[in-house]
Each structure stands twice: as C-alpha cells, then as structure tokens.
C-alpha cells in the first residue's frame, strides 16, 4: 500500500517528539539546524527511529541533502517506493 | 557580497571565545616538559599526567628509546616519501612481520597514523555497490572514512546486535548479495566499554558480512598476549580485519591493519591514505617495533587495570556519577552541565592534575566528561593524588555533596 507524503510526514512528526526540545509546531519546512537545533548526531538518532518505524534502510549519504522535516518525509516515501 | 568561508564556523568561534584566555584554556594546552610517561611540567607547575592515552608507559621505555636512537642515526630523521616509492626501509619490513607474529595472521600493512588506517582501510575496502555498517559511537576515523568512501552508509545502535541484525536483514532483503563491512571498536574511548564481540560478529556473519574491529584503545591493554578485546573475549576467528594504533599503549604514532585475507596485500596499490602519504620515520619504526615485543610478553596491563579498577572505585566511592566502570584503562566522571566541566579541568590543571575535558559532539548522550586514560606506569600514590583533587574539586564546585 503506497502512503501520501502528507501521512508519511504526520508519522515522522510523532517520531520526532524525543528530539524537538523546544515543543515547536513541526511543518514541512522546519528545519532540523536552524528551528529544532539538533546537531547532526541527534539527526542520525531521529533517522534511526524511522528506519525502524518504516522497517527500511536510510542511509547516512543523504543527510547533506536533508534540512527539513519535509524533505525527510520526501526522501522516505521515495525510499518505500523503491 | 561573497561568503566568507569561516562564516560556518562563527557558532563554535563564539563558543571557544566564551572560554579564558591564557593557562586555564583546555584547547591550548602545552607541555613545556615532559619528565616522564606520567609527569610534566605545565604552565611552570609539576603536573600528573592522567588523561595521554600512555596505557602502558612506553614513551620513556629504555629499550624503545635506544632502538629509536640507533635508527635515528642509521637510517635519519624522515623517509621523504611514500611506502610505494622510496619509503619502504628494512625498518617497515621488519615491523609488519612483528605485527603479523603479534597477530599470529597472513597480512599486516602499517600506516602513518591509526586515523589514516582507518580511513585508508574503509573507505577503500567498501566500494559503491557495498555497505557499511558502523557503530552509532564510532570514532571520527570510522565516520570520516566512511564520508571518503563510495559505499552506502548504514549506522546501528550502540553495542546492540539485535539493531545490528535487523538492519543487515534489510540490506539483505533488497541488496542479497552486496559486500558489507560491520565496523566496531573493541573499546569505546569515551566511556570505555566494550563491544560484544562476539554477538555483533555473530549477527554480522549470519548475513555474510565481514568484520572490522579497531582495537585503538585495547592493544596491549586486554588479551592473554596484549592483541585486544577480540582476543580476550575468544572470537578473533569472527574478525576479518583489526585495525590499531602505536599512539596510545605502543607509545609512538603510526597506524596499522591486519587480516588473513589472501588478497589483502593489494591494499598497498589501491588505498589512497596508504599511498598519498610519507611513510613513518625510522626511529618511530624502531621504537613501535620494541614496544610490540614488550607489550606481548608483558604483565603491564594487570598493573594498569588494578590503577583503573582503583581510581573508579574510588571516585565511585566518593559519590561521583560515574560514565566508567573500571573494565578498562577509562576513568570518566560525568558532569551535569559543560560549562562546570570546563570550571572543573581548570581547577584539576591548578591542582596538578592533567585530565581530559571530554564534550559533545565528541562524547555519547551529550554527555560532559572529566575523563582520565591511566598508564600502568602510574603509582598508586598517584592515583590517590588524583582522587584526593577530583574530590576535593568536586566538593568546591557543588559537584558532590
């Protein structure tokens, strides 16, 4: 079963609880430096709990590519996709 | 207007600037002498050393210094070049046969630094249709070498085979016969645990992977003949390659790795930081050579451990809370909060005690770190120096009750 963006997005939202700190709202654009300021560990703890989540292999090539919460969701729904 | 290039680095600069200036910054330490493997005078004060990563006190061993000695002068001060031009001496045969007696394998190839093994070593081995799978803790070495490299970067919870396996099972399910190399450390540096071996080789074969084990910080300290943590746990016959280091308990600096594989010779033609790069001097060649000798037939690490099983005691003793256990040459008590742990070395170094501060993103769960490496060279009045100013420190800033 294919998922929307949008439900794979509201997942990681949830996903991301443990690492947004400062309780902000989380959308599409915020981003991961400059709005929730996670430092790129934390970034690769919140990947690994949606590797799990998802039950699928994200690799650590493409954090450069990732600022977002909605460029996350992207780079999943393309992974499921595969 | 153009980027100035140091504009990405102006939140660590306004970190560092939050820092003192002069003696008590913890970046700019300089030891104006060195007495011995443990003692040094700093900022004109006698200091101990606690915190240099000398686990078995071979800077100042005689034999390691007349073996430097005569190769300095036989053979000069520095090679001018690679291992595959003209930087190849007797010297660098003689200690890759030592390593491989060490090691008891096939292969051994030494590289100038231990970074550099690792990098050389990773980056190379796994290749754009292979796989890597680190450690989350993984030393700098293993992430860069994986940044250098071509190979799809998978990274597994801490000293957990259960993640471990269930992201070899997906590698598996989409890529079953991809080459994958299973990165871990024998002993974590920060906190110095140890990996569970065994388990983690264990899942790692189940899916046909290979094994790379660093043994940086366990050579010479764990195993009946000084090889590591893969000896001491019985499971050298699970790792396909140990990388290590001279710069810690072999008292020098160079890196090296070895394996049983029957082609890994021709790493000596393809691995960039093994051929793009001046080989180690020949005194550093003689000295790393002697103290394997020693470090085999030696009882030193029953010494240092019973230093570290007493200093953790101790300070455990005392209240502290406590990032060790002392099953390794690591002490490291864990501070709430990183600008107290910069107060609390400061105050250490007033003391006479050289420690490490220890903060993130170099150190695990954000933690701050007053972290001590011990030498089996190291007193026990020493070690109950350094307790006596921990707690005394600890007391004077709120740390203990």
């Not at chain 2, 970074?115 to 890597?132: E, F």
């Not at chain 2, 080459?179 to 906190?191: A, K, N, P, Q």
Request: hydrophobic share 40%; aromatic share 8%; glycine share 8%.
């Amino acid at each position: 079963m294919t998922q929307s963006t949008t439900e794979i997005f509201d997942q990681i939202s949830d996903l991301m609880a443990p690492f947004n700190t400062k309780s902000i709202n989380i959308k599409p654009d915020t981003s991961f430096a400059t709005d929730l300021e996670l430092d790129s560990l934390s970034v690769m703890d919140m990947l690994a709990a949606i590797e799990d989540h998802f039950d699928i292999t994200v690799p650590l090539n493409i954090l450069p590519d990732l600022e977002t919460v909605g460029q996350v969701a992207e780079a999943v729904k393309s992974i499921l996709e595969e | 207007m153009t980027t100035d290039l140091f504009e990405k680095f102006q939140n660590t600069i306004n970190d560092y600037n939050k820092l003192p200036k002069g003696e008590l910054n913890p970046f700019t330490v300089s030891m104006d002498k060195v007495i011995s493997p443990t003692e040094a005078i700093i900022n004109g004060r006698k200091t101990i050393l606690a915190g240099t990563n000398n686990y078995m006190g071979m800077t100042y061993n005689e034999e390691c210094l007349k073996a430097a000695e005569e190769a300095l002068r036989s053979f000069g001060t520095g090679t001018t070049g690679s291992r595959v031009l003209n930087g190849t001496y007797n010297g660098h045969k003689i200690l890759e046969e030592t390593l491989k007696n060490f090691y008891d394998v096939d292969h051994a190839i030494v590289f100038s630094t231990g970074y550099q093994a690792n990098l050389g070593v990773i980056a190379t081995l796994a290749g754009p249709n292979d796989y890597v799978v680190i450690d989350s803790d993984s030393h700098a070495s293993i992430y860069d070498g994986c940044s250098m490299g071509n190979a799809t970067v998978i990274r597994f919870a801490h000293n957990d085979p259960d993640n471990l396996e269930k992201r070899l099972e997906r590698i598996r399910r989409k890529d079953p016969d991809a080459g994958i190399l299973v990165v871990i450390e024998g002993v974590y540096s920060m906190l110095g645990d140890q990996a569970p071996i065994k388990e983690l080789a264990t899942a790692a074969k189940k899916h046909h992977a290979y094994v790379l084990v660093d043994e940086a910080h366990s050579i010479g300290v764990f195993g009946k003949t000084g090889r590591g943590v893969a000896q001491e746990q019985g499971v050298e016959h699970l790792v396909d390659f140990t990388v290590g280091t001279f710069s810690k308990s072999v008292g020098t600096v160079g890196g090296y790795c070895v394996s049983n594989h029957p082609q890994f010779e021709a790493l000596r033609l393809v691995c960039r930081p093994y051929v793009f790069t001046a080989s180690l001097p020949p005194s550093v060649v003689a000295s790393a050579n002697k103290a394997l000798e020693l470090i085999k037939d030696s009882n030193l690490r029953v010494k240092l451990l019973e230093n570290s099983k007493r200093l953790n005691k101790g300070l455990a003793d005392a209240g502290f809370n406590m990032g060790t256990t002392g099953e390794s040459p690591i002490v490291a008590i864990i501070i709430d909060e990183k600008f107290t742990a910069v107060e609390y070395w400061q105050n250490m170094m007033l003391e006479g005690v050289y420690v490490n501060l220890a903060v993130p993103p170099a150190t695990p769960n954000n933690l701050s770190l007053m972290r001590c490496s011990l030498s089996a060279a190291h007193t026990f009045e020493q070690i109950d120096y350094m307790l006596e100013r921990f707690i005394k420190v600890g007391k004077k800033l709120g740390v203990l009750a």
